[in-house]
Structures are given as C-alpha cells and as structure tokens.
C-alpha cells in the first residue's frame, strides 16, 4: 500500500469555522491531489499540486484553498466552513503527470459541517 | 474535454454470476482509462488500466475490461461474482496534464447469495 496518511479522519465541526486537512505521504511522490466524494457525483477534484508550492484549481475548488510547504504534506482548509462541504475528503498522490500514471487514494476524511 | 459514463448507480449479481459494469467515454484525444474499486469505508484501489498496449486489460482479483474504440466503451467484466466484490466501483478517464483524472459518479455492486 502507498504511505498516505490523512488526519483527522472524522471531524465535525460548526458552520463558519475554518478547517484545515491534512494529507502525509511518504513515497516522494511529485503530484498530490484533493477530491471530495459525494453521492451521484463520484470524485470530483478540488485542487491538486504539481511540486512543492506549486498549485491549481480543480473542478470544484471555490471555497477552498491549499498549501504544499513540503513534498509529503498536502494542506486543504475550508476558510469558513458551510453545510455544502459536508463530504468525505480524499487525498491522492502520483509519482508522474503522463497520461497512464495512475494515482494512489488515501483513506479519507469525513467532514460533518452542521 | 475528456469524460466518463457510468450506466447503471447499482447493480445486483448472485454469487458465480457474470459481473457487467459500464462505462463509456468521450474524449477527442486516445483516451487513457482506468478502473478503480471502493471497499466500505476505505479509499480507492486500482483496479486496472487501459494505456492503447492491448485492448483487453487484465486487472486484480478476476476482474478485466475491454477497450472497444467503435462502442467508446470500457466495460468491467468478472466471470464469478463473488460475495467479497461487493464495492462501489469508479471509472476515470485521464484529463489534461498532471496525471489528472475525471470520474464516473460510480456503480455500487451487490452480491447476494
């Protein structure tokens, strides 16, 4: 199994307030993405990176925003948080951007935004 | 730009039953696609992947997919189902640079007895 980690792994939490996931990797990937998972909507990115300090936009970013200070941490805050960001949070990671290059899952965040 | 079709949000099988999952794609380059598998609670898991070397892919635990360019199909098939297939099951297709992918909104799997 690829070394990812994500903390926390259950997290409730207030509308309004900020929250900071995060994602640990140990296997020196360069790409590191964050998806949420909702039902009828499958995986839908939110960000993703492309080497230390080096972001960009998914799909669905607004809202959120992230940080790479180092290559295996991977920060995704949610600024103020709101009910529409109750979701299970993903972190994936890859070792190459080519076409074939497939990517690894961490376990994965539950975030309750009451 | 590049998608993927999943027919299908549930599909029930018996055991030793023929397994069938969907996908289709669109994509106006050589598509490279791939499988994924979703256990309780868990992350996702490669399954397999279709990188244009051979149109039938074998990947782990029985399961293959053929890439049919003429259907812009890559189904999921299994010859016998088995209870511990039970999961939600994820077609993605790669988007753009960065190894991004985009995926399907999922088939969930039952196996009953």
């Known amino acids: 199994d690829a070394g990812i980690t994500q903390s926390p792994r259950h997290k409730v939490t207030e509308t309004g307030t900020p929250v900071t996931l995060r994602c640990h990797q140990t296997e020196n990937h360069r790409y590191m993405y964050w998806y949420r998972q909702d039902p009828g909507h499958g995986l839908r990115l939110i960000h993703y990176s492309y080497g230390v300090k080096d972001t960009d936009k998914g799909e669905v970013s607004d809202g959120y925003s992230v940080s790479r200070s180092k290559t295996e941490d991977f920060l995704l805050t949610l600024e103020s948080a709101t009910s529409s960001q109750t979701s299970v949070y993903f972190c994936?990671?890859?070792?190459?951007?080519?076409?074939?290059?497939?990517?690894?899952f961490g376990p994965g965040t539950r975030l309750t935004v009451l | 730009a590049q998608s993927v079709t999943q027919l299908g949000s549930h599909v029930s099988v018996s055991e030793g039953a023929l397994v069938l999952l969907r996908c289709n794609y669109s994509s106006s380059v050589p598509p490279y696609l791939f499988w994924y598998v979703q256990y309780p609670n868990q992350g996702l898991q490669l399954l397999l992947k279709y990188t244009s070397a051979a149109t039938l892919v074998k990947g782990i635990n029985g399961f293959e997919a053929e890439f049919k360019k003429s259907e812009t199909s890559f189904h999921l098939t299994k010859p016998s189902a088995h209870m511990s297939d039970a999961a939600e099951y994820f077609c993605a297709i790669h988007t753009g640079t960065a190894s991004k992918l985009t995926f399907g909104t999922g088939t969930r799997l039952q196996v009953t007895l």
């Open positions: 994936a990671i890859s070792e190459r951007g080519d076409s074939y290059n497939e990517q690894f």
